[in-house]
Structures are given as C-alpha cells and as structure tokens.
C-alpha cells in the first residue's frame, strides 16, 4: 500500500469519526447509519477500489455528515423558537385574566375615606396590587403610557374627544383604563379620551 492509499485510508477513518458524532446529534437516523456501514465497507476492501473513487465516496459523505449536522441544528432552533412562542401565548393568556383584577384593585385605591379602619384596609390593597404588579413587571408586563402622549392607535383605543386648553391637538388628556405590553406585543389598548 503507497503513502498515498494510507492517506486516503486515514481520511476515511477520520470522516467516519465526523459522521459518527453527527449521527448522535441527528438522532441516529437509520439513513446515515446504513451509509456509515457503507464507510466501513470501502475501507476494509481491498485494494482494488481506485483513489478517485474513494475521494468520491468521502466528498459525498461529507456532504451528507454537513447536511445532518445543519438539520440537527435547525431543528433544535426550531423547538427552542416553538417552546418559546407556546411560553409566551400561556403567559399572555393568563395575564390577560389577571388584567380585571388589577383594575378593581386600583378601582379599590381610589376611594377616598376618612375612616381610619378603612384607610388601614386600603393600604393592605394597596401593598398587594403593589406586590402583584411587580411579579408581572418581573416577567415582562409593562404599563403603556398615555396620559400626555401622542394619540397612537398601536398602543391607545380612542372612547372620546374632548376639547381642552391644557393640551395640545391630538394629545391624550384621559386615561380611563390602563393598557399593557408583554414583550413589545399588546396585550390590552389603554382606553383614552383624546383631545381635538
């Protein structure tokens, strides 16, 4: 056997190495199993398979071990993207739900009382909303801002018009029910009344 024939014959050692790897990663898919038998049959023949051939043979199966490892690679960052997007559609859903309870908590923080009890009550409420809202804040809810900002059909639900001199044409003047984002998706428009 000439240096040559050993080169080659170390090459294929070495790409049957390669595709091994890459079956684990691609699951051991039984197509590329049966070609690394194939790798196996080429190099304990004799030795009267030609050079070109054998170069052939590793190009091809080269070609295959970078396809494999391209598909195992796409398919992870596929299930990743899949999982993520199943996260956040739960996450959304459930905030969704929880959205009406923030708002009777803040309905509750409105009221105004000179009773002492009540007001020791109302700072309970308030120690709560306050807790709930930064377990939200935590994972990504945010309020939107209106009160003063451009009207901006995105993220405002115009209810009304009004016309005041305190602000400018196209202004929001009123916020009447808080909107919310989750990672840069609306979850909830703010309900607004717009200046003219």
């Known amino acids: 056997m000439n240096e040559n024939e050993k080169e080659i014959l170390e090459r294929a050692d070495e790409v049957e190495d390669i595709y091994d790897e890459s079956l684990e990663e691609a699951r051991k898919d039984d197509v590329l199993n049966e070609e690394a038998n194939e790798v196996e049959d080429i190099v ?47 996450v959304s859903n459930i905030v969704e739900h929880i959205l009406p309870a923030l708002d009777n908590f803040e309905r509750a923080l409105n009221v105004k009382s000179d009773d002492a009890n009540l007001n020791n009550f109302l700072k309970g409420f308030e120690m709560i909303y306050q807790q709930l809202y930064s377990a939200l804040e935590g994972e990504g809810i945010k309020r939107i801002e209106a009160v003063g900002q451009d009207f901006n059909p995105e993220f405002h639900q115009a209810v009304s018009t009004v016309k005041d001199e305190n602000f400018e044409s196209g202004k929001v003047v009123e916020e009447l029910q808080k909107g919310y984002t989750f990672k840069d998706k609306v979850l909830r428009h703010t309900l607004v009344k717009v200046n003219e």
């Open 44 to 90: 304990v023949e004799d030795d009267s398979n030609s050079e070109d051939v054998l170069k052939a043979r590793i190009s091809e199966l080269e070609n295959e071990v970078a396809r494999a490892h391209a598909d195992a690679q796409n398919y992870v960052r596929k299930a990743k993207i899949d999982a993520d997007n199943q996260v956040n559609r739960k």
